[in-house]
Nanobody, 123 residues
Framework: QVQLVESGGGLVQAGGSLRLSCAGSGRTFSRYAVGWFRQAPGKEREFVARFSRSGASTYYADSVKGRFTISRDNANNTMYLQMNSLKPEDTAVYYC????????????????WGQGTRVTVSS
């Protein structure tokens, strides 16, 4: 029912920037809590940034705080992740996700996922 499509990934040098986009179907971003996760090779999927269900609050993982900014455009049903000062440890597949319950930062709290977009940061 809910479809999410990420885009904007690519290869960048350390210190560079990328802007990821997540296009949602229908009224996804007004009816669900939405956020970003990432999964590096050999590691568990981890929380990056999210909105509360109301959209009034934002939350960030400590590892990206001050470097990444989450935003959204409800009129276009699109969410963004502005990634600045990228580090090699940011290398991962990035996913956007939607949660009906709107609780917490755990992947298990989220009901719908995009296909992912790969980000590679070179030294």
């Amino acid at each position: 029912q809910v479809q999410l499509v990420e885009s904007g990934g690519g290869l960048v040098q350390a210190g560079g920037s990328l802007r990821l986009s997540c296009a949602g179907s229908g009224r996804t971003f007004s009816r669900y809590a939405v956020g970003w996760f990432r999964q590096a090779p050999g590691k568990e999927r981890e929380f990056v940034a999210r909105f509360s269900r109301s959209g009034a609050s934002t939350y960030y993982a400590d590892s990206v705080k001050g470097r990444f900014t989450i935003s959204r455009d409800n009129a276009n049903n699109t969410m963004y992740l502005q990634m600045n000062s990228l580090k090699p440890e940011d290398t991962a597949v990035y996913y956007c996700a939607a949660s009906y319950s709107g609780y917490g930062p755990a992947p298990r709290d989220y009901d719908y996922w995009g296909q992912g977009t790969r980000v590679t940061v070179s030294s």
